[in-house]
């Protein structure tokens, strides 16, 4: 489930903020906060929180949760034959 999220975030079909809110508050929480999971929820932490205050926009904020997703679906187990 937590690839096909990401997946979505990653393809811009799916909002970053409402994508890694699902995989931290629905995946990540079920499954004990796994470390695989840990750069998406952070990223959830932040989008979440958004102060205008911190110096950084939400878009940059957007995009570093693209990257994540991406970059957690590079580590997408193979299937092996």
Request: aromatic share 12%; net charge negative.
């Amino acid at each position: 489930m937590a690839y096909w999220i990401a997946g979505q975030i990653a393809d811009g079909s799916l909002d970053p903020a409402a994508g890694t809110h699902l995989i931290w508050a629905d995946i990540a929480y079920d499954l004990g906060y796994p470390e695989e999971l840990e750069s998406l929820v952070h990223c959830a932490h932040n989008l979440d929180g958004w102060e205008q205050s911190w110096g950084v926009s939400f878009e940059e904020l957007s995009r570093e949760a693209i990257e994540a997703a991406k970059q957690f679906l590079n580590k997408l187990p193979t299937a092996e034959n």
